[in-house]
């Protein structure tokens, strides 16, 4: 069942409320208001690109259900309080498709926290120094089952891709830059790093307390600058395999 959103005024959040479970909303171009909480199995798909401004306060989008798909939208102005932690897309639910997406001007891009089987698939995510001050994480994963990350172009955030606690991801295709890690595993298990870009980050790939990982065929290029330019920072890590990868114009590869 398809709604068409074409009446909404400023805010699509009575049009969420009134949908029923597993729905589809479509949404035209248009500027939008945010906070928007969703709270039950929904499709959102923007058309031309709606815009979702947040209130510069709380999270943009944030999704408090399973089986959620956003996708087709620009997103921007996040709150930027570092305690709040607020989001381009939060997420808090399992079966979660965030794709095609331009997340902008926010403290974190997308935070997924305690959440299993998502997906995140051709965004653009640029939390932007020059909107927060100290930006938050691109992609931040906290305590996720089965994820999958996948050709996102990611620019200018603290850490490209960050997981924590995350277990069976697969991060691939991804092109990060100007980032303070480009992508970062912590206390993670079953990670896989696949073709993926990263380039002029202060350091490339940081794996830490991680287990069972594999990266290959990744360029990890261009990390001259600062006090610890590495290209594969490795710490107390278990059974890693690393194969293919190219890694270049860094003062210390590994």
Not at 173 to 182: K, T, V
Request: hydrophobic share 40%.
């Amino acid at each position: 069942f398809w709604i068409n959103s074409s009446s909404a005024q400023n805010s699509l959040q009575p049009m969420i409320d009134a949908a029923k479970s597993g729905e589809t909303i479509i949404v035209p171009s248009g500027v939008y208001e945010g906070s928007l909480v969703i709270l039950k199995p929904l499709t959102l798909i923007g058309q031309n690109k709606p815009e979702i401004k947040g209130d510069r306060i709380h999270d943009v989008i944030s999704i408090k259900s399973s089986n959620v798909t956003v996708s087709g939208f620009k997103i921007s102005l996040s709150g930027t309080e570092i305690t709040e932690e607020a989001s381009g897309i939060r997420v808090q639910g399992d079966y979660i498709r965030i794709t095609d997406n331009i997340i902008s001007q926010v403290y974190f891009g997308i935070h997924i926290l305690s959440s299993d089987s998502v997906e995140l698939i051709h965004n653009i995510i640029i939390p932007g120094t020059s909107y927060a001050g100290r930006p938050g994480h691109a992609v931040n994963a906290w305590s996720v089952n089965t994820l999958i990350i996948k050709d996102n172009t990611i620019d200018d955030a603290r850490d490209g891709i960050l997981l924590t606690y995350a277990k069976n991801a697969v991060v691939e295709g991804n092109r990060i830059a100007h980032c303070r890690y480009g992508l970062h595993s912590m206390y993670s298990r079953n990670v896989e790093f696949h073709n993926n870009y990263v380039c002029d980050n202060l350091l490339g790939l940081a794996l830490m307390y991680s287990k069972f990982l594999v990266v290959k065929t990744n360029t990890v290029s261009q990390h001259r600058r600062g006090s610890s330019p590495y290209g594969f920072p490795l710490k107390d890590i278990h059974n890693l395999t690393l194969q293919d990868t190219v890694i270049q114009a860094i003062h210390i590869a590994i």
